[in-house]
């Protein structure tokens, strides 16, 4: 069982604001940065967010935020590129480790 | 253009060791923290291993504590990942990632290809 929970799923349309969460605890999402992953068919990991700030070459209609315990990523004006898995990721202090969300699938209808 | 290009993975019966590296480019990799990240068929990402930048800091999943050994050399711009004792669950892709700071609980901004690891008899 993952230390962090996500989404199972989550569709849209084309043009469609969808949004993921990412809940942990306060000693990994509540303290530290949080990582965001797109993986497109079991490719290589691609980072598109980390904490809010968005890496080089990723669009701006990828945005993310934290309040508390929970992490978001948005996608605002979903295209069909953005098809993929995405996974959060956080240090955690009380295990000493890095912890994994299960994944959320995007799906775009 | 940051580049990381894993290699030595491959078959292995359980109980048997492999090495992986991944060789950098593109970046200065002293001073940077990296890791390894496994994915096991049709499953989810689940980290492994992290190094600080100065190599002086070592983490380690639960799952593989006490057999595998992370470590760089940076004159070399290489990480590595020495795996024993292997069993069948470490059956996975094994990708490394660079981190954002020199700290290992630094989230990924980039990351390799991956290379395959196969566990069998």
């Known amino acids: 069982q993952s230390a962090l929970t996500q989404e199972a799923s989550v569709s849209g349309t084309v043009g469609q604001k969808v949004t993921l969460s990412c809940t942990g605890n306060s000693n990994n999402i509540g303290s530290y940065v949080v990582g965001w992953y797109q993986q497109i068919s079991h490719g290589a990991p691609k980072t598109v967010m980390f904490?809010?700030s968005l890496p080089s070459g990723i669009p701006d209609r990828f945005s993310a935020s934290k309040s508390g315990t929970t992490a978001s990523l948005t996608i605002s004006g979903l295209q069909p590129e953005d098809e993929a898995d995405y996974y959060c990721s956080a240090w955690d202090y009380s295990l000493n480790a890095h912890v994994f969300g299960p994944g959320t699938k995007v799906t775009v209808l | 253009e940051v580049q990381l290009v894993e290699s030595g993975g491959g078959f292995v019966q359980p109980g048997g060791s492999l090495r992986l590296s991944c060789a950098a480019s593109g970046y200065t990799f002293s001073p940077y923290a990296m890791g390894w990240v496994r994915q096991a068929p049709g499953k989810g990402l689940e980290w492994v291993s992290a190094?600080?930048?100065?190599?002086?800091?070592?983490y380690y999943a639960d799952s593989v504590k006490g057999r595998f050994t992370i470590s760089r050399d940076n004159s070399k711009n290489t990480l590595y990942l020495q795996m024993n004792s292997l069993r069948v669950e470490d059956t996975a892709v094994y990708y490394c990632?660079?981190?954002?700071?020199?700290?290992?609980?630094?989230?990924?901004?980039?990351w390799g290809q991956g290379t395959l690891v196969t566990v069998s008899s």
């Open positions: 904490g809010n």
């Open positions: 990632g660079k981190s954002l700071g020199g700290s290992g609980w630094s989230p990924h901004d980039y």
């Open positions: 190094l600080s930048g100065s190599g002086d800091d070592t």
